[in-house]
């Protein structure tokens, strides 16, 4: 069956998307330990990094660094966590690779990774949308 992540790829599932390319997509994820968290995600349905193909590994660092970027410009954040959980034992709840990036600000006490919420959908929508624009200038 196929993962949570790869129904959404296909639309079976919505998702506020901020990238979608060839090898990695991007959306907001659904629960956010603070808002703008991205989860970067490759199509290939693989659980662990090491199982990933080489043109979508080779290309990772970029997307990272992109996002990374993108964060801060619109969240104004001090800082980003960026966090894989590479296995169960990890704390990998769902079986299709994928980084968080999280935006980090002074005091948030974020590194322990509690989930919220967005007030509303159009909240959601506002951040996903300044995010693809942000993300949009990165790449020039
Ligand atoms: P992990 O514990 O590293 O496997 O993280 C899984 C992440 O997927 C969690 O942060 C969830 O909030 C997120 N998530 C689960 N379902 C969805 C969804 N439908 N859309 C966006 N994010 C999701």
Redesign the pocket.
Known sequence: MAS??TR?IEGE????FILKQERWVA???????SPG?I?LVPRQEVALLPELDGASLAETGAWLARLDCALRQVTGCAAVSV?L?DGPVA?????HL?W?LIPRHSGDRAHHFA?GSYASDEERERMRAALQAALDRVQG
Request: aromatic content about 8%; overall charge negative.
């Open positions: 949570i992540f959404i599932i919505p998702g506020s959306f907001l994820d659904i629960n956010p330990v968290h989860l966090l959980r704390g990998q709840e769902v079986p994928h968080h989930s």
